[in-house]
């Protein structure tokens, strides 16, 4: 039987270098957090049955996104910070009589995929190692903890930057942060722990000396590509990070034959699927979870919220907002809308200018609307939510829609037309 996981997510972490009130791990990447990226990458690997989140700076506001958005995951206070072997640390009484493996991460490393935690988690499970650290080949290793081997290229020591030899420091194989430990036979390592180094910190890298001191074997394992172990530290790295997980996904919907106009101007989030044949135009910029059919025409300056499943040959046209709404096959909307909250059956038309007015501020509450199959809406119309426009039924241009409309019925709000004859001439009197 296959050894159970559970993992440590250390996020207590001040992270100074943002200039910001927020945590480092809250903030976001395509409207997701950083943490959140973390978590779905242990959880997408199918292996972990429980996360376990440090938090320290910012506690309550990360605990609130970790409980709101994560049945399998809980938080655990570090208070005061002092290193990130005392942030694992208090996972201990947790975990206390686990019989599995324990793979701990940095909760700020929003590239590393569940693909290759797998392929980590299954290089330890080969091995009969008590100890697998994940390491990572990088030009410039400046700042991260080295890789430290002995004459036979077994791992003997990671040693920190502020603590490394002239000699170290030029070693190019660095410390991802990430581990996976035997938890019966590593734990007690813990216990041991002291700060007596550079930093004064308790460091977690120091389960290494002691897995080794204690005639049990620690092995590394490199990542294939050292971009995924990337931590975020500034809003520069923030905006760099952005940017792999854009190219990245954006290839991969190109090979999967999506048509992309203009990949330097378009932005899809990693939980947006899209069929083939698609084709998104320029400035268009795609966040949260979509599913987009096969033939539709998104753009150019397209914004889809989250929540959007469109079928297929919809079109999306330009300066057009959508946000949960499912729209069905062959309908148009195709300029200046905004569609919310909504569910648009199929052949609907959608005139330039629509809203779906879906919020009341005072109350805070949103509405649906659903409009149905060959409905058509005139321009500059605006539907109250909530609101059902029938089947076939046409709205007048500049309508304020604010009751239910049957189907096959015209739905007209107009003040009437007057016109006033030579007007031009009697102003100039
Ligand atoms: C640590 C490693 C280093 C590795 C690097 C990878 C140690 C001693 N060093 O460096 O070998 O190359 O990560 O990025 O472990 N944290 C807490 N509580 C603390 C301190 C840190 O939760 O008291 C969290 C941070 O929020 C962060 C993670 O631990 O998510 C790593 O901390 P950070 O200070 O960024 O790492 P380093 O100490 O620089
Ligand atoms: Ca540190």
Redesign the pocket.
């Known amino acids: 039987m296959e050894r159970k996981i559970k993992s440590i997510i250390?996020?207590?972490?001040k992270g100074t270098r943002m200039k910001s009130e927020k945590s480092k791990v809250l903030h976001t990447i395509f409207n997701k957090e950083l943490l959140g990226y973390v978590l779905d990458a242990v959880n997408n690997t199918g292996m972990a049955q429980e996360n376990i989140v440090?938090v320290?700076h910012q506690a309550e506001a990360v605990e609130e996104y970790v409980t709101k958005n994560y049945d399998n995951a809980k938080c655990r206070l570090?208070s005061p910070?002092?290193?990130?072997g005392?942030?694992a640390f208090q996972a201990y009484e947790d975990l206390k009589g686990f019989d599995g493996d324990v793979l701990i991460l940095?909760?700020?490393i929003p590239l590393l995929t569940a693909e290759s935690l797998k392929k980590f988690i299954e290089a330890h499970r080969k091995s009969d190692a008590a100890l697998t650290v994940m390491s990572a080949i990088f030009d410039d290793p400046t700042n991260?903890?080295r890789i430290v081997r002995d004459e036979k290229g077994n791992l003997k020591a990671?040693v920190?930057e502020k603590d490394a030899l002239d000699a170290q420091k030029k070693i190019k194989e660095?410390?991802?942060?990430g581990y996976l430990l035997n938890w019966e036979k590593v734990s007690p390592s813990f216990l041991e722990m002291t700060s007596d180094n550079a930093q004064h910190?308790y460091?977690?890298?120091d389960i290494v000396k002691w897995t080794i001191k204690h005639g049990l074997k620690a092995q590394s394992y490199v990542l294939e590509n050292n971009e995924e172990s990337f931590?975020i530290n500034s809003k520069k790295q923030l905006a760099q990070a952005a940017k792999v997980l854009k190219e990245r996904v954006l290839d991969k919907l190109l090979a999967e034959g999506v048509t992309i106009v203009d990949p330097d101007t378009t932005y899809i989030s990693p939980e947006t699927e899209i069929e083939p044949d698609t084709i998104i135009y320029p400035c268009t910029y795609i966040e949260g979870k979509n599913k987009i059919g096969k033939n539709c025409k998104i753009g150019p300056f397209a914004r889809i919220r989250g929540g959007v499943e469109l079928g297929e040959f919809v079109k999306i046209g330009n300066f057009v907002e959508i946000k949960k709404s499912k729209i069905d096959a062959h309908t148009n909307v195709s300029h200046l809308s905004y569609i919310g909250d909504s569910s648009l059956g199929s052949n609907v038309n959608i005139g330039a200018g629509t809203i779906t007015a879906n919020y009341n501020h005072i109350t805070k509450e949103k509405f649906q609307t659903v409009i149905d199959d060959g409905a058509s809406t005139g321009s500059n119309s605006v539907i109250v939510a909530p609101a059902h426009i029938g089947e076939n039924a046409s709205i007048g241009a500049g309508s304020v829609i604010s009751k239910d409309v049957e189907s096959n019925a015209l739905a007209l709000t107009r003040a009437p037309l007057k016109i006033f004859k030579n007007w031009f001439e009697k102003l100039k009197k």
């Open positions: 250390l996020a207590a972490g440090i320290g570090q910070q002092l290193g990130t005392h942030a940095n909760g700020d991260y903890g990671i920190e660095i410390n991802t942060g910190e460091y977690l890298t931590g």
